[in-house]
């Protein structure tokens, strides 16, 4: 019989202490830690692949470096956010909201991919997988569905099925026998993770993990979890719009900061081709507080609507609300807009949003964002052929951004007129058919946006 301890693990960081605390004393949280009982990993029952090769040691100049085998996903954006494919042996854990399509783009993903996919799913029947997966209308021949929760039974199916690649939905749903504590605690979420990761390393078949994110933003459970895999990809986007982001926070195969950009259609995750043009209206309606921005993600770029609505404060708090941009960025804003340029915002409330449910990272909104917040405090209607671009500094100054050069293609592409930026770049006046215009700092703006 296996030995059983005690283990308390903070449920919201994950970390692991020998006694109960009030307070988690890594993230401070409070009434997080709980108690969680592990028995003592049982050898025998270890990952049981007999297909693992024996342990070898290479010299150097046998190790290919140049060329990592990647494996086309047939998915042209989880490529690109992968860094050019899949990694044999690699694990991506596919973070996201309830409800946000992560199974859509799994689903969809094994459908697509010209390989053999095993697919374990604890939260929904081969039943309603099969009604989905005709509903997107792809169909892999190759692609088989496992109703099954316990890993236990999931090894053998996967040593008898030899699958190419493996997808797991979702980890919450998990559970081995090697902890005894519940399914989706911080126990069972590590030690299953762990178990798939050697399972991946040995049989070098690569697995996408999905795993849920909380209300707070984090992969429910432990953020240990992100420092076992190897990728951690985020599926964003408002589940009332129909635009999703694919991003990378971590990827040792590629860089991160890729984005993929996608369009929940009845038929299933679309490719948007033109993201700029869905993400910003182009005839749209002339009303004050709407400025256009020009952004680099990754490798995309972007313009994308920003609007702010500036308005007297009822109560005497005045209410700081933004969707899709930095709220500590948007403060900072406020603050050199109210120093530098004399807006008293202090007793206004204010809001900025980032059309298309879009959580922008880029500092080169910053302009946009600004101009918004005048247009609407001025309510003085920018004409919609001009963009923006530009990073706001402490002091007011416009500073460059990276790229510029991808940024005024994109706003000349998408039949801007004018884009507004840094004057650090020192740039000539027009380039084709878009005019460039310098803005030194935040006075020049506000200047250029008084009624
Ligand atoms: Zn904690």
């Avoid at 997808?167 to 902890?179: A, P």
């Avoid at 510029?404 to 840094?422: P, T």
């Amino acid at each position: 019989m296996a030995k059983v301890k005690k283990i308390y693990y903070c449920q919201h960081c994950g970390a692991r202490y020998s006694q109960w605390m009030g307070q988690c004393p890594s993230c401070k949280k409070w009434n997080t830690i709980v108690e969680e009982v592990v028995s003592k990993r049982d050898l025998k029952q270890d990952v049981p692949l007999h297909s693992i090769s024996p342990a070898q040691a290479f010299s150097l100049g046998e190790i290919n470096t140049t060329q990592t085998r990647r494996i086309s996903t047939g998915n042209k954006e989880l490529d690109l956010v992968l860094g050019g494919g899949l990694v044999p042996g690699s694990v991506i854990l596919l973070g996201g909201e309830p409800g946000i399509g992560k199974s859509t783009l799994m689903l969809q993903t094994a459908l697509q991919i010209p390989h053999k996919v095993l697919y374990i799913s604890g939260e929904e029947s081969p039943e309603q997988i099969a009604m989905r997966a005709s509903r997107l209308g792809f169909d892999n021949p190759k692609l088989k569905i496992l109703p099954q929760t316990h890993l236990q039974k999931i090894f053998p199916v996967i040593e008898a099925e030899k699958p190419e690649i493996l997808v797991i939905d979702s980890i919450q749903t998990l559970y081995t026998d090697h902890v005894e504590s519940a399914p989706g605690s911080v126990s069972q979420i590590r030690e299953t993770a762990a178990e798939l990761i050697k399972l991946a390393k040995q049989s070098g078949i690569p697995v996408f993990i999905i795993g849920h994110i909380t209300k707070e933003g984090y992969i429910a459970g432990p953020k240990v979890l992100e420092h076992m895999v190897d990728t951690v990809l985020q599926f964003e986007g408002d589940r009332h719009h129909q635009y999703r982001i694919l991003r990378s926070l971590k990827n040792r195969f590629g860089s991160t900061h890729e984005i993929g950009i996608f369009e929940m259609t009845s038929k299933g995750l679309e490719t948007v081709e033109n993201p700029s043009g869905v993400l910003f209206r182009e005839q749209y309606d002339q009303y004050s507080g709407t400025a256009a921005g020009v952004i680099v993600e990754g490798m995309r770029t972007l313009i994308v609507e920003t609007q702010a609505l500036v308005s007297p404060a009822v109560y005497g708090t005045p209410q700081r609300s933004v969707t899709g941009y930095d709220p500590k960025r948007l403060n900072m804003i406020l603050a050199v807009l109210e120093k530098k340029a004399g807006y008293r915002l202090s007793a206004q409330d204010v809001f900025v949003n980032i059309a298309g449910g879009f959580r922008i990272t880029d500092p080169g909104l910053d302009l946009a964002v600004a101009a918004a917040i005048l247009s609407s405090v001025e309510n003085k209607v920018i004409p919609p052929q001009s963009a923006w671009t530009g990073e706001i500094g402490l002091t007011g100054e416009i500073r460059p951004v990276s790229h510029v050069e991808k940024r005024i293609a994109e706003a000349g592409k998408n039949g801007f007129e004018v884009i507004y930026l840094s004057a650090h770049h020192k740039l000539e006046n027009q380039v084709n058919d878009l005019k460039i215009r310098s803005l030194s700092n935040i006075s020049e703006l506000a200047s250029l946006l008084k009624r």
